[in-house]
């Protein structure tokens, strides 16, 4: 016995497709079904969020959703390819700044002359303010891309389609 199916039959899904090709209206709507928005598509309106989700963006694109969907994707290895490299290159420079800072703090210990130890301190203020500054580059390193979770949205005032 076949499971009863929520999807909607051939015969109607056909109908839709064609009802919305050629409606005059502007219609939004959802789907996961990428054949029926790559046949429909017209404008893309993207929501997300970053910054650790406490901020959102809207993107309005009037492409269709194959050009949308690899554009997409582009722009996601991009950010994250470019955020591995910022981590990388920041990683290198931390590791850089430890060592440093490990000596200078090694000279300021063990130096016994008032002069080189005037310059070791001198050095060492300068290497705790590199630290401030790495600490600022630490926050503005590119996000990795995040999997996008789902956003809530509700309109009011919308009128439905005409019955036909």
Not at 38 to 51: A, G
Not at 79 to 104: E, G, I, M, T, Y
Request: glycine letters at 2%; a positive charge; proline letters at 3%.
């Amino acid at each position: 016995m076949d499971e009863p199916s929520n999807d909607l039959d051939l015969e109607t899904l056909i109908w839709l497709e064609n009802y919305l090709a050629q409606c005059p209206q502007a219609i939004l709507f959802v789907s996961h079904d990428e054949q029926f928005l790559e046949k429909l598509t017209t404008k893309i309106i993207h929501l997300e969020s970053f910054k650790k989700r406490k901020m959102a963006q809207t993107t309005v694109q009037q492409l269709d959703y194959q050009a949308y969907r690899e554009g997409r994707k582009a722009t996601y290895y991009k950010q994250q390819k470019q955020a591995q490299n910022n981590r990388k290159d920041f990683d290198k420079a931390l590791q850089r700044h430890q060592r440093q800072k490990s000596q200078v703090r090694h000279n300021v210990l063990n130096t016994h002359d008032a002069t080189a130890g005037r310059l070791a301190a001198k050095k060492m203020k300068s290497v705790l303010s590199k630290e401030r500054n790495l600490d600022r580059q630490q926050k503005q390193l590119t996000e990795r891309p995040l999997n996008e979770e789902t956003i809530e949205i509700f309109f009011s005032n919308i009128q439905p389609l005409p019955q036909i």
